[in-house]
């Protein structure tokens, strides 16, 4: 608490001193370290992970852009110790376990991750947990502290962090050449047969199902009777193909 002190003139009888307080009571919240939370980036492209931000580098970390990371209370190196940041920094600390640079604290970095999921309700190229295995990628420190505190720090997307981790997640396809099979986590050169849509084309949008040998098997959007359909198109990959290539047609969803 500040004091304020004053000296008054000297009077006949003496020197009075006068002193005071203010009522300032306790310290308001402390503006956050601007640390604690990675470097803002733009939505990952659907050419694979961004490897630019300090602290993302490639197969331990891809990016996390579009969180607010540690900007509220709590979120910063030294949380309090009975809170759920300052007890997952406490089981980090323990286990050993790190984030890696441009974090504050491990927490710093769990909560930049949910917010990151919590932003992408706009993006089309992936689904939350395809983009948190293939893209952001974390390496098995950032693993660790996902499955130990997204339920204290995000129960929102405590699940999907969980199921994403298990290899758990809904697979959206965009341009490029799949071969068929059941992809492991984090593996984006597969196509799981399927039924898939989408509606989201260009004029130049071109797809083919080629079987093992690399023969066409099917091909759109140009249906036998020669013409271009309107609305959204529906393709089936079959176990028994080769591979399914797309080009310009948008992001193929699977049909529930």
Known sequence: ????????????????????????????PRPPD?????????????????????GHDGGSGGDTGGGSGGTAPGRGSSPPPDSP???????????????????????????????????????????????LTEVHRPDADRRALLRAGASDLCPRWADTVVNALNGVYERWYADGEFEIGEPAP??????????????????DCRWERRDASGAVL??????????????????TVRATDGSFSTTACGTWKPVD
């Open 34 to 54: 601007s640390s604690a939370s990675a470097p803002s980036t733009s939505a990952p492209s659907a050419s694979g992970p961004s490897t630019s931000a300090p």
């Open 186 to 203: 984090g593996d984006s050169s597969l196509i799981v047969p399927g039924t898939y849509r989408t509606g989201n084309r260009s004029r």
């Open 85 to 131: 940041e300052g007890r997952l920094n406490a089981l980090a600390g323990q286990k050993g376990w790190t984030a890696g640079a441009g974090y504050a604290s491990p927490a710093a970095y769990v909560h930049q991750v949910c917010d990151t999921l919590a932003s992408r309700d706009g993006d089309e190229t992936r689904s939350r947990g395809q983009w």
């Open 1 to 28: 608490m500040g004091r304020l002190q004053t000296t008054g003139a000297a009077a006949a009888a003496g020197l009075i001193l006068v002193t005071g307080c203010s009522d300032g009571g306790k310290d308001g």
């Open 218 to 235: 099917d091909s759109g959007p140009v249906t036998a009777s020669g013409r271009t359909p309107d609305g959204p198109l529906t393709v």
